[in-house]
C-alpha cells in the first residue's frame, strides 16, 4: 500500500467511526434519510423475476408512516422486534420503521419453524412480531406475542402521519439483537449498536469494493449476518444498493438474476458457488468482483470462477460477533494478489494474530469491533476473551504467514487427533470436493481405538454417481495422492445431504454423534 493509500483509507474510516459512533447518532438518518430521495434503495425481485425499484424517498415515506403505526402499537426505543418475513418490500419498510422510533430488530430466518423462532423471540424479549401471512402460523403456538401480518393491516398503518423526527439512540444504541447459528451448540444473542454500521461500511468499500454503477448481488439471507450486515446495512450506508430475490437459492434462479439485471458484482456463500461449479451450463459470465462467506472456499472453486465468472472469487472470513475481518479485499487502495487457501490479511480497522492456535483480534487494536459480549450470557461472554481482555478469541483454528495472511483450519472443537497428528477437516475437504461425483463433503474424527480418531468422511454425491467401495476407494486415493497419507479418510459414507444450520454451516457435532 502506498503512503497515499494508506492516508486515505486511514481518513475514511476516521470519518464513518466520527459519525456512527457519535452520542448523536441516528439509525435511520445515516441508513436512509442522508440519501437523495430519487436514489434506488433496493432492486426487489418477486419468484417469477417481477421486478421493483424502492427508492430511498419511497423507503422514507412508507417507513415514517409505518412508523407512526407501531409506535400505536406501542413499540418505543429499545423494544426488541421480531421480524419474520421474506425478502420484499414490506420487509425493508419495516426495518427503518423500527430504526426511526429507536427499537431493536430481532430477524427471524423464514425457514425457522416454531421452536427456533420461539428461542430467538424469548431469548430476546421480543413481544410483537411482524411478519407474512405465509409465515403466520408458525407464530400461534408461542404465547404472549403480538403479531402484525402484511395485507390490509399492515397497509393500513402505511396511512398513517408520518413520524415527525426519528430516534437518535447514539452509538453505542442498539439497532439489532442477531442470534448465532447454533454451529456448536445453543444460539447466542449478539447486540449490534449503530456504531457497527462503520465496519459495515468498510467492508462494502475495500473488502467488497462496490462501486457507483455495480450491479449489486448479495444473495445471502439477511435473517443471518452476511445477509443482515451486507445485504441490508452495508448497502443502506453506503448508498449502494442491492438486488433482494424473493425466492430460494438455485443454479438456475442465480444464472436468471445475472442475465436480467446485469450483475457485476456478487456476494454469496461458498455453498452457492460449489453448487454453481457443478452446473457445466453455468459459465460465459463477465463480473468484475466475486466474494465468498460463510466457511471457507475451496480451491477449485476459485479456479472454477476465473472461467465461469470471469474474475477469481475471493474468500472472507468474519463471524456474527464482528463481521467480516480478515479478507481478501478488492479494493485498489489494498489489493493484494490471493494466496492459495488464504483468507488475506485484516481489514482495515481490525488487528488480529494467533493466540494458543485460535485466530484472534486485537481489541485495543481494532476500532471497527463492536462485540462486548452476549446478551444475557456473562459466562459465554468470557469465554470469547483472554482473561486480561485483550484478545478476542474467535474459537478458529488458524494460522498467518510472514506476511500477515491469514488460513483457516477448523473450529476448535472440529480438529481431528489421529494417530498423534491434528489434522484440520477443511483441508481434506478441499481435496475430496474436487472429484467430480462430489457435489458436498463433511469431515469429522470418530473414535478409534487404535488411532483416538479416525478420518470420516460424509459424501452427497452428484446425481448420477454411484455409491460404493470402489468410488470410496478412489476418494481415499485422492487424498493420499494430493495431500497427506496420514489424513485420507478411513471410512467414507455416502449420505443424502448434511446436516446444516440455516445458515448453511455445517453442523459437524451432529456427524460427530451418528452411529454408522
Not at 483509507?9 to 436512509?32: G, I, K, M, Q
Not at 434519510?33 to 436514489?39: E, I, K, N, S
Not at 453455468?282 to 475451496?298: D, I, K
Not at 480497522?349 to 485460535?358: I, K, T
Request: charged fraction near 20%; include cysteine.
Amino acid at each position: 500500500m502506498t503512503a497515499v493509500a494508506a492516508d486515505r483509507v486511514v481518513e475514511e474510516l476516521e470519518s464513518w467511526l466520527d459519525a456512527y459512533a457519535a452520542p448523536d447518532a441516528c439509525a435511520a438518518t445515516l441508513l436512509n434519510d442522508g440519501h437523495a430521495p430519487h436514489a434506488v434503495a433496493f432492486r426487489l425481485l418477486d419468484a417469477g423475476y417481477g421486478e421493483r425499484v424502492l427508492t430511498h424517498g419511497e423507503l422514507r415515506d412508507l417507513s415514517s408512516r409505518l412508523a407512526t403505526g407501531l409506535a400505536e402499537r406501542g413499540v418505543g426505543q429499545g423494544d426488541r422486534v421480531g421480524v419474520l418475513m421474506g425478502k420484499r418490500a414490506e420487509y425493508v419498510v419495516t426495518l427503518l420503521a423500527l430504526w426511526r422510533l429507536g427499537a431493536v430488530l430481532v430477524p427471524l430466518f423464514t425457514a425457522f419453524q416454531t421452536g427456533a423462532i420461539e428461542t430467538r423471540t424469548s431469548g430476546s424479549g421480543a413481544r410483537l412480531v411482524v411478519t407474512e401471512p405465509s409465515q403466520r402460523s408458525k407464530l400461534d403456538p408461542i404465547a404472549g406475542l403480538d403479531v402484525l401480518v402484511t395485507g390490509d393491516e399492515f397497509d393500513a398503518l402505511l396511512t398513517r402521519e408520518p413520524l415527525a423526527a426519528p430516534v437518535a439512540v447514539g452509538g453505542d444504541g442498539l439497532l439489532a439483537m442477531l442470534f448465532t447459528s447454533g454451529t456448536t451448540g445453543k444460539p447466542k444473542g449478539v447486540p449490534i449498536p449503530v456504531r457497527a454500521l462503520a465496519a459495515f461500511r468498510a467492508y462494502m468499500h475495500f473488502g467488497l469494493d462496490v462501486q457507483d454503477g455495480d450491479v449489486f448481488w448479495n444473495a445471502a439471507d439477511p435473517g443471518w449476518a452476511y445477509g443482515l450486515y451486507y445485504g441490508i446495512l452495508g448497502p443502506l450506508v453506503a448508498g449502494r444498493p442491492n438486488i433482494l430475490l424473493d425466492a430460494g437459492f438455485s443454479p438456475d434462479a442465480t444464472r436468471e438474476v445475472f442475465t436480467r439485471c446485469g450483475v457485476t458484482s456478487f456476494a454469496g456463500a461458498p455453498t452457492m458457488y460449489r453448487a454453481m461449479s457443478k452446473d457445466p451450463s453455468f459459465t460465459g459470465f463477465s463480473l468484475r468482483r466475486a466474494s465468498s462467506a460463510g466457511e471457507p472456499l475451496t480451491p477449485d472453486v476459485v479456479a472454477w470462477g476465473r472461467d465461469a465468472l470471469g474474475v477469481e472469487v475471493r474468500d472472507h472470513y468474519g463471524q456474527t460477533e464482528h463481521g467480516m475481518c480478515i479478507v481478501n479485499a478488492w479494493h485498489d487502495d489494498v489489493r493484494e494478489p490471493v494466496r492459495t487457501g488464504s483468507m488475506g490479511p485484516v481489514l482495515p480497522g481490525f488487528a488480529a494474530g494467533v493466540v494458543d492456535g485460535q485466530i484472534a483480534l486485537d481489541v485495543e487494536g481494532s476500532p471497527l469491533m463492536f462485540f462486548r459480549g452476549y446478551h444475557d450470557a456473562p459466562e459465554k461472554s468470557a469465554e470469547r476473551f483472554t482473561p486480561d481482555g485483550r484478545w478476542y478469541l474467535s474459537g478458529d483454528i488458524g494460522r498467518v504467514d510472514e506476511d500477515g495472511h491469514f488460513f483457516f483450519a477448523s473450529r476448535d472443537d472440529d480438529v481431528i487427533l489421529a494417530s498423534g497428528y491434528r489434522i484440520g477437516p477443511f483441508d481434506v475437504e478441499s481435496v475430496l470436493v474436487t472429484h467430480p461425483s462430489v457435489v458436498d463433503v463433511a469431515v469429522v474424527g470418530k473414535p478409534d481405538e487404535v488411532r483416538g480418531e479416525a478420518v470420516t468422511a460424509y459424501v452427497v454425491l452428484a446425481p448420477g454417481a454411484v455409491a460404493g467401495d470402489e468410488l470410496a476407494v478412489e476418494l481415499q486415493q485422492l487424498v493420499r495422492n494430493q495431500y497427506s497419507a496420514h489424513a485420507y479418510p478411513r471410512v467414507v459414507h455416502f449420505v443424502e445431504e448434511l446436516p446444516k444450520t440455516p445458515s448453511g454451516k455445517v453442523q459437524r457435532y451432529l456427524l460427530r454423534q451418528r452411529q454408522d
